[in-house]
């Protein structure tokens, strides 16, 4: 009775409360103009220069404050300092749901801490694409782990009092030409596979949702009634509001089809094929539009009351609050601790690893981002972190000064300037005709304009000339830029550019800190390029790049055949001096475009063959944020999986190097073993033909697929080894609900602690009356153990993991009969096995 007493009593409070909100918000309606409602549809420039992605200036004269938005999902990104997670799927890695609201905490007390109150994550984009340029940005190939991940760190950001805004809503899977396809997904595989993940952000109270750049049958994301409303609200009950990706606007009817705000607001002169930004339809014409009764002023109600509802909830009507302090080591410990749990110990054949001490008095240390952390991927998630620490300066620190540990780079990633000698002016003469915007000409004999060198802020400069090769073979290269805008051209066509938010620039600077592109061509003896490059210290009048007023740095640099070859040669030479190697691999995932090839750089897969054919005890370290194929992989002892490791990567990476962590994380994506394997290989899949994408692979997706198609990956869902044994027994199942309880032991069977996560999927009927999964996940957990230590686990099995989406009833229906369940270690690893009778 007392507690039924407390249960009444909190309602009470809370109806009391939901009601006093309500009247707070209708009288600040009610005391609006039109104009100032539609002021908090639409973004504006901050005035201070302090919004990381997106401002609403809020009406002063009635106490609404600004609001001022900032990019997630791998920490905060403003102008300042920020602890720099690892990246979201590193995260996905750990299995552990717990983690994920520590993950979101940090990154919530971060944001308001700067004086943000929206934060632009999490992003729950499902896994389709390997070749997708945000993956690193998301979760996994898997609705019911993503659905996890994603609700509680939701929770995590919201319960540090900052707003979360779920992302991309919906089947955003690719980068290429992401503003403009039409995804033809079918409603089956669009409730089981893509909407999951963001209906569990909305049951964990997700503050606001953005929609996606893409048509999604037909309408675009941001102006489709089905998905905004009919699903977002009438199903979900979401009371949030919903935003626009940046320049993502579409029509004024939006706003009657569900839209709330459009971001950023304003309209920006640059646009292109690729990136057709769309003017700010809100703010340029929505103000007419209901004047003239185009657009009923109920509408417009009915998006700022969303909006004040919100940031009624949050706090921000009740003045402006004291912003917690940072606790930068309490942060960067659990960036720590998520880049340590998130690491996948794919191969250890012969216990390479952790290493010996015999290892560490002949160790070889290879590859260049070993000493040049690769800490996340590019585009909006790009942190400038409080402090980072290179993979190998932790080693040689936490080994001692016993080890004897040696670094080569294998790889030159920054070349050297092109020299006199392979330069000629249009007349003839050596070196580069410069032209400055005044008209004035010059000849340099080099171009490289660093460091003491450097030209003066606001600099326009052209170079002109040819470029010859000295010898036949594959020539990179590269223009290296700080303090402005740089293009190069070859034989008049543009081929890099530099200094842009979307630049052909790599995420790992030059060793002197400049921006580094790389065009790779292959040339033959004495053949000549007609080349120009040009720096623009004015930068374009783009309101979120950053006015230039640092010195201009370019230089024009190259690596030659003859350069690789002796890199590559020095690095199996000290592989074969040495008792123990470790080869640091690495891909750049960046928003804005797809990787090109599921493959390594083709250097990088030379390097890892020669070391390996060198050294018997060779380790890789792969610095990735998605699947990548590795054709090397049996011809080395041990992968360690890192991911996007975060500012604290390197310390983590050599804690499991040393053993003094002990990897558990599991692939929450599937490893193919060759690019036509994947679900997407077809192109009217992926990137679609005539800009539809049609995802009639219905929900064989990931390891579905390769369960369904009977292809053996490279390294399966589910899959990580560790540095101990585990033992699964005793399965038993009992109804629940309209459920199932499994419960099993797991027993640590090997000489160390570790953490383990065992895995549930479930089968489908004999007569299944869809086409169904072969397995699916439908529960996990991650259990840490001591050496001989066993643990009861119990995973429930909801009433939705049982069901599959009836087009026909347009409902979940459960999937009856006698079906197989399983428990392992993977999606391929299933060590038990029952049945179970869903009715």
Not at 83 to 94: F, K, M
Not at 687 to 711: M, N, S
Not at 753 to 769: F, T
Request: charged share 20%; aromatic share 8%.
């Amino acid at each position: 009775m007392k507690h039924l007493v407390t249960i009444l009593l909190f309602g009470l409070a809370v109806t009391v409360a939901a009601q006093a909100q309500s009247s707070r918000v209708d009288s600040l309606l009610a005391a609006m103009t039109l104009a100032e409602k539609i002021s908090l549809l639409h973004g504006a420039i901050d005035p201070t220069g302090e919004a990381g992605a997106g401002y609403v200036p809020g009406v002063a004269r009635l106490g609404i404050p600004a609001m001022r938005l900032t990019d997630g999902p791998a920490g905060i990104r403003t102008r300042h300092p920020a602890t720099a997670l690892p990246a979201p799927v590193a995260l996905a890695s750990s299995f552990d749901p717990e983690l994920a609201y520590r993950y979101g905490h940090v990154m919530g007390i971060e944001g308001r801490a700067r004086r943000h109150e929206v934060l632009l994550a999490p992003m729950v984009n499902i896994v389709r694409v390997p070749e997708a340029g945000r993956n690193f940005e998301t979760f996994s190939e898997d609705p019911l782990l993503s659905a996890e991940m994603v609700a509680a760190e939701v929770q995590g950001i919201q319960e540090a009092g900052m707003m979360a805004t779920v992302k991309h809503y919906v089947v955003n899977n690719f980068e290429n030409d992401r503003m403009r396809v039409n995804v033809v997904v079918d409603e089956r595989t669009l409730r089981e596979i893509y909407l999951p993940g963001f209906e569990a952000a909305i049951r964990a109270d997700a503050a606001a949702v953005m929609c996606a750049y893409n048509r999604v049958n037909g309408p675009y994301a941001c102006d489709s009634e089905t998905l905004l409303t009919d699903i977002l609200r009438d199903e979900w009950g979401f009371e949030g509001w919903v935003m626009t990706d940046w320049f993502a606007g579409h029509s004024l009817e939006s706003l009657v089809r569900g839209l709330d705000q459009e971001m950023p607001g304003y309209t920006i002169p640059f646009s292109s094929p690729d990136m057709p930004l769309a003017p700010a339809v809100f703010a340029d014409s929505l103000l007419a539009a209901v004047e003239s009764g185009r657009i009923d002023e109920a509408y417009v109600d009915r998006a700022v009351r969303r909006i004040l509802v919100q940031m009624e909830r949050f706090g921000l009507l009740d003045g402006e609050a004291t912003p917690p302090e940072i606790d930068i080591g309490a942060h960067a410990a659990v960036a720590r601790e998520v880049a340590e749990a998130g690491a996948v110990l794919l191969r250890n054949e012969n216990q390479t690893l952790p290493l010996t001490a015999r290892d560490l008095q002949h160790l070889v240390v290879i590859g260049p981002t070993a000493t040049r952390p690769l800490i996340g991927g590019g585009g909006s998630s790009r942190v400038l972190p409080f402090r980072s620490t290179s993979t190998l300066a932790a080693l040689q620190e936490l080994a001692g000064s016993q080890a004897q540990i040696r670094y080569v780079p294998g790889l030159d990633l920054d070349g050297v300037p092109v020299p006199t000698a392979a330069l000629r002016t249009p007349d003839g003469q050596p070196g580069l005709l410069r032209q400055g915007a005044d008209g004035a000409t010059q000849v340099d004999a080099q171009l490289d304009f660093t460091g003491e060198r450097a030209l003066p802020p606001g600099s326009q400069w052209t170079w002109t000339g040819t470029l010859t090769a000295p010898t036949a073979g594959v020539y990179e290269l590269k223009l290296q830029t700080a303090g402005g805008v740089g293009t190069l051209s070859i034989d008049g066509q543009p081929v890099l550019h530099t200094g842009m938010f979307f630049s052909d620039a790599s995420l790992i600077p030059t060793a002197d800190s400049l921006e580094n592109a790389t065009y790779r061509v292959e040339l033959q003896a004495g053949q000549q390029l007609s080349l120009a490059v040009q720096i623009s210290g004015r930068m374009p009048s783009l309101p979120f790049l950053p006015a230039g007023q640092n010195p201009v740095q370019v230089r024009l640099a190259w690596v030659t055949p003859e350069r690789r070859a002796a890199f590559l040669e020095e690095a199996a030479e000290a592989a074969r001096a040495a008792h123990a190697a470790i080869v640091f691999v690495y891909e750049e995932g960046t928003e804005g475009r797809d990787r090109e090839a599921l493959a390594l750089h083709p250097d990088q897969d030379a390097l890892v063959e020669a070391v390996a054919a060198a050294n018997p005890r060779t380790t890789v370290v792969m610095n990735v944020g998605a699947p990548t194929l590795m054709p090397w992989a049996e011809r080395v002892s041990a992968i360690l999986l890192m991911w996007y490791p975060g500012q604290e990567g390197g310390w983590a990476t050599a804690d499991v190097l040393l053993g003094r962590a002990n990897p558990a994380g599991r692939l929450p994506v599937t490893f193919p073993r060759r690019a036509e394997d994947a679900p997407t290989a077809s192109p009217e899949r992926y990137p679609g033909v005539d800009l539809t994408a049609r995802y009639d692979e219905g929900i064989f997706v990931g390891y579905r697929w390769y369960d369904a198609q009977q292809i053996e990956p490279l390294f399966p869902f589910g899959h990580g080894l560790s540095y101990t044994t585990f033992a699964y027994e005793n399965l038993r199942v009992e109804p629940d609900g309209d459920g199932f309880v499994v419960r099993f032991v797991v027993r640590n069977t090997g000489e160390r602690a570790g953490s383990d996560v065992p895995q549930v999927y479930l089968g489908p009927p004999e007569n299944p009356p869809v086409p169904m999964a072969v397995r699916q996940l439908v529960g996990f957990r991650r259990v840490t153990l001591a050496p001989g230590e066993a643990q009861e686990v119990t995973v429930r099995i909801d009433g939705r993991a049982l069901s599959y989406w009836s087009v026909e009833d347009h409902a979940w229906v459960k999937a009856t009969g006698r079906r197989p369940l399983y428990v392992g270690a993977s999606s391929r690893d299933l060590r038990l096995q029952t049945e179970i009778d869903v009715r």
